[in-house]
Every structure is written in structure tokens, then in C-alpha cells.
């Protein structure tokens, strides 16, 4: 079946820049995304890529996505401490049901 | 406008007992997705809904669980009777329609916990 695969843990000094990889398994994945979610709170979008692109940048963020080795990053400019969170990779064919990777637990320090 | 919300945020349970889990999506939006985090892993689908009718049940763990959307608004998920592998994080996201890039938009999610 589908499978989405991330690091568990990331640990980056303040005004660093964060990247956090996944890769993912499924080649007719459409959609592929980057949710945060920080403690109490549901997860949010914080942007996504479709499949016949190769880079986004939106403000700190920047996604890669290459698909020929199925691997997308999502990279955070000048990283702060509210920043620190749970990253979710996920993938979906069309608007159809998200795959999520474990997430990555993003831990910024001054 | 208001978000998703679900209620209760937590839920300890014991082990034969029956929970009900209650989602209601952003007003107007036809899509309702169930998710589940257990600890640690991924979150994982478990159904989605398009108004009152399941699309797509086929993450449903077993038939232990029952999801209802009454009239195509709020929906509950009961777990009956649960288990302590039930245990995680429930959450429910929903989404205007599937005809193009819409965003699914995520609750805050019920925390169960079966002891």
C-alpha cells in the first residue's frame, strides 16, 4: 500500500534554516503537502506542491519535490522558535484521502 | 468562521466500553474525513464521508467502529467495545468538494485513551 516515511526528530539552532525530508511511495500521488501542528492544536496546512512541480516558495518556506526518487523537503529559512512543532508529510491522488507520514518533531533552540 | 471542532478533546475509557466521538466540520462543506494518530505513528485514514454517504470506509480498523453522518452535518464515531489498541488521537477534517485542489481543514482532534 501507500507509504510516506519522515524522520522522527530535527533539532536546529535559532536563525538556522530546518529541512525536513519524506519520501513517499505512491508514483500517482497528485497532491503532496506539509502540515504543522504545534501542541493542542489540528494540524495546518502550511502549503502544498502538485505533482508536475518541482519547487515552491512561499515566504521562509521552500519545497523540493523530486519525483523521480519520490522525495519531497520542505526547507524553513531563518528558523524560530515558533517553528517548533510536528511536521506531517503527506500525499493524496487528486483531493482524495490524505497519507501521512509519523511526522517530525522540530525542536528549535536559541 | 469556525473551524472544525470536536468534542471531547479527551476521553479515558476502560477496555469494553463504548465511546462516541463527535466531529462538526466547517459549515457547508460536504467532505468529512476521519483520521487516527495511535502514538508515535503515522496518522492514518480511516473514512471519509460526502454528505451523509460513506465514499470511502475502507480504513476502518474493524467493525468494532461506527461512523455516522446524520443528515450530512456533524458526525460521531463510536468505538464499540473498545480496545486498548484504540487508544490516539482522533481527527476529523473537512473539505468543500473533491472536483479540484480543496484544502482539508483539521480539528483539533479527541485524545482516547483505553485503560
Known amino acids: 500500500g501507500e507509504d510516506v516515511e519522515q524522520s522522527l526528530f530535527l533539532s536546529v539552532r535559532e536563525g538556522d534554516s530546518s529541512v525536513i525530508n519524506c519520501t513517499y511511495t505512491d508514483s500517482s500521488s497528485t497532491y503532496l503537502y506539509w502540515y504543522k501542528q504545534e501542541p493542542g492544536a489540528g494540524l495546518q496546512l502550511l502549503t502544498y506542491?502538485?505533482?508536475?512541480?518541482d519547487m515552491k516558495q512561499d515566504q521562509r518556506l521552500t519545497v523540493l519535490l523530486n519525483k523521480k526518487d519520490k522525495h519531497l523537503s520542505l526547507r524553513i529559512a531563518d528558523t524560530q522558535t515558533g517553528d517548533s512543532a510536528i511536521y506531517f508529510c503527506g500525499t493524496s491522488y487528486n483531493t482524495d484521502k490524505l497519507i501521512f507520514g509519523t511526522g517530525t518533531r522540530l525542536q528549535v533552540f536559541p | 468562521e469556525a473551524g472544525v471542532t470536536q468534542f471531547p478533546s479527551h476521553s479515558v475509557i476502560e477496555k469494553g466500553q463504548t465511546v462516541t466521538l463527535r466531529c462538526d466540520p466547517i459549515s457547508g462543506h460536504d467532505n468529512l474525513y476521519w483520521y487516527r494518530r495511535v502514538m508515535g505513528k503515522e496518522i492514518k485514514f480511516l473514512l471519509h464521508?460526502?454528505?451523509?454517504?460513506?465514499?470511502?470506509e475502507s480504513g476502518m480498523p474493524n467493525n468494532r467502529f461506527l461512523a455516522e453522518r446524520t443528515g450530512g452535518t456533524y458526525s460521531t464515531l463510536k468505538v464499540q467495545p473498545a480496545e486498548l489498541e484504540d487508544s490516539g488521537v482522533y481527527f476529523c477534517?473537512?473539505?468543500?468538494?473533491?472536483?479540484?485542489?480543496?484544502?482539508?481543514?483539521f480539528g483539533p482532534g479527541t485524545r482516547l485513551t483505553v485503560l
Open positions: 464521508f460526502v454528505k451523509e454517504s460513506k465514499q470511502d
Open positions: 477534517a473537512s473539505s468543500t468538494g473533491t472536483s479540484a485542489y480543496n484544502e482539508q481543514f
Open positions: 506542491i502538485f505533482s508536475n512541480m
